[in-house]
């Protein structure tokens, strides 16, 4: 190894890291938007209780990854239902 180069597999293994990531984030995203379109009364019609619910899974969708980058370990499991 040169001085101050990486090693090939480990530029690989973070380009493969950055492309996902990159993809995978804006994917969320979108669809995060998408839940955002429910909120037009004049198509839908929700109770508070049910936006506080999908509000509460997002958050804790997203509390769930910042823990597995802290400590990574096996996949998460569970589905939402209202």
């Known amino acids: ?5 990486k090693p090939q597999g480990r530029n690989d293994k973070r380009e493969k ?9 804006n994917k969320a995203i979108q669809a995060i938007a998408r ?7 004049q198509i839908y019609d929700f109770e508070e209780a049910e936006v506080r619910k999908i509000v509460r899974a ?10 597995r980058f802290e400590t990574p370990r096996g996949k998460s499991g569970g589905g939402f239902k209202l």
Do not use: K, P
Request: proline share 0%; hydrophobic share 40%.
């Open 1 to 5: 190894m040169d001085g101050g180069t």
């Open 17 to 25: 890291f950055r492309t996902l990531a990159e993809a995978r984030t």
């Open 35 to 41: 839940i955002g379109n429910l909120s037009n009364r």
């Open 58 to 67: 997002l958050r804790e969708a997203v509390s769930a990854v910042e823990t």
